[in-house]
């Protein structure tokens, strides 16, 4: 089998080896004519703000700034709507915004603070006027956490061009004295998604007064997720276990979802199987599992080996066990695959894992014939799993 790394070395981007319609690698090089346009000496911009980015570089000192768009386009900040597009369409979709940053203290109450916080809470796009100290420069950006963002500029001055359009219930839960992850809790219930609520949690808008603090992006996304599993799981385990094993599928861009739920009370263990020749598995002879695992209890230890895709997914898999109204016993088997050639962040895993929820279950009586029906879907062995695994090793007499 050829490596991802190896694959891109004979295509060169003609011959979509990887399985991807158009080179995810020349995604890029379809967006500088628009960067151009805002490069070519001009320190001036105006456009509409989809949101705001914290860096993490420095902290406490921080860089924070909006994320504007160099070309308006549908969706450019909405991951639910990006499930199902092109590698390449997600990369030059992405491009499209515009990083600008100042540097401010965690606990600043400045008032370019105060007005990217207005600029997170906004319920659409916000006109700002910006004047950059130096020119953009485009060097697309890529994370395991954060989605990709394009161009990046340090900031001079920014105005908010119009009033920012606020929700009066996002507007009335910045104001109360709540804490943040009952604030989250909140807005989630109101139908505010995890990517909206992460990008209010990281612009400092939500806890109690005295503790309100800018959070870096990648942290907020990973500190959203676990905030809404947290609220959900307390009412799933008040829920009847299902009664038979149920496997829900989903793949998108070369990263393959089993999602398996077992009768019992919850308990979760997810799987990563990170392939030769992925992005982050460019070195590996062969392929490599990771494990991550908690009990009824839940964990008190961040998830280090996983890191936010496990949190993503757990997330995902609690939104499922919610509307079905059951508790189970789950284990996720996530085949990193080697078309997986750029990083695009965790949102793509929490997305194809909530596919999998809206797609049928295979449906079954006995936990070997479940594990049969995944072992046939997936490349790597079930029984390689089963060596790290902690709940297929356990002996239940509902699995008999």
């Known amino acids: 089998m050829v490596s991802g790394a190896r694959l891109c070395l004979i295509c060169k981007g003609s011959r979509a080896l990887c399985g991807n319609s158009r080179c995810p690698l020349l995604a890029r090089a379809r967006v500088f004519p628009q960067v151009r346009k805002i490069s070519g000496g001009s320190k001036d911009f105006f456009g509409p703000s989809y949101s705001l980015f914290v860096g993490r570089i420095g902290y406490p000192s921080v860089g924070i700034g909006p994320l504007s768009a160099i070309e308006?386009?549908?969706?450019?900040?909405?991951?639910?709507?990006?499930?199902?597009?092109?590698?390449?369409?997600?990369?030059?979709l992405r491009s499209m915004l515009m990083r600008t940053r100042q540097s401010e203290d965690i606990f600043s109450r400045s008032r370019f603070v105060i007005e990217n916080q207005e600029l997170a809470l906004a319920s659409r796009p916000t006109d700002v006027e910006i004047r950059f100290k130096k020119s953009p420069v485009y060097r697309v950006s890529f994370s395991d956490v954060v989605q990709p963002m394009g161009p990046?500029?340090?900031?001079?001055?920014?105005?908010?061009?119009?009033?920012p359009k606020i929700k009066a219930h996002v507007d009335r839960i910045v104001s109360d004295e709540l804490r943040a992850n009952e604030a989250g809790a909140f807005l989630y219930k109101r139908g505010e998604d995890v990517y909206k609520i992460s990008n209010v949690l990281s612009s400092g808008a939500l806890g109690m007064e005295s503790k309100k603090r800018l959070v870096p992006t990648r942290w907020s996304i990973t500190a959203t997720d676990d905030m809404i599993f947290r609220q959900l799981v307390s009412h799933v385990k008040d829920y009847p276990s299902i009664n038979e094993f149920l496997v829900?599928?989903?793949?998108?861009?070369?990263?393959?979802?089993?999602?398996?739920?077992?009768?019992?009370?919850?308990?979760?263990?997810?799987?990563?199987?990170?392939?030769?020749?992925?992005?982050?598995?460019?070195?590996?002879?062969?392929?490599?599992?990771?494990?991550?695992?908690?009990?009824?209890?839940?964990?008190?230890?961040?998830?280090?080996?996983?890191?936010?895709?496990?949190?993503?997914?757990?997330?995902?898999?609690?939104?499922?066990?919610?509307?079905?109204?059951?508790q189970a016993r789950i284990l996720v088997f996530r085949e990193v695959r080697e078309?997986?050639?750029?990083?695009?962040?965790?949102?793509?895993?929490?997305?194809?894992?909530?596919?999998?929820f809206k797609n049928k279950p295979r449906r079954f009586t006995r936990m070997k014939e479940a594990l049969d029906y995944v072992n046939s879907r997936l490349r790597i062995p079930v029984s390689e799993y089963a060596k790290q695994s902690r709940i297929m090793n356990q002996k239940l007499l509902a699995d008999f």
């Not at 499930?83 to 369409?89: A, V």
């Not at 062969?286 to 961040?302: A, D, F, M, Q, S």
Request: glycine share 6%.
């Open 72 to 92: 308006d386009r549908p969706n450019l900040d909405s991951p639910t709507d990006w499930f199902g597009m092109d590698y390449s369409d997600v990369i030059e």
């Open 152 to 163: 990046t500029a340090t900031l001079e001055r920014m105005r908010l061009a119009e009033n």
């Open 248 to 326: 829900y599928s989903s793949e998108y861009l070369d990263n393959h979802f089993e999602v398996l739920l077992m009768p019992g009370k919850w308990e979760y263990e997810n799987f990563e199987a990170w392939a030769p020749g992925s992005f982050w598995s460019q070195s590996l002879k062969k392929t490599e599992i990771l494990e991550e695992y908690e009990n009824y209890r839940g964990r008190t230890n961040y998830a280090k080996l996983e890191a936010g895709g496990y949190y993503a997914a757990r997330l995902a898999v609690i939104e499922g066990l919610s509307k079905l109204r059951r």
């Open 339 to 356: 078309g997986y050639v750029l990083p695009l962040g965790v949102w793509l895993v929490r997305e194809t894992v909530r596919n999998a």
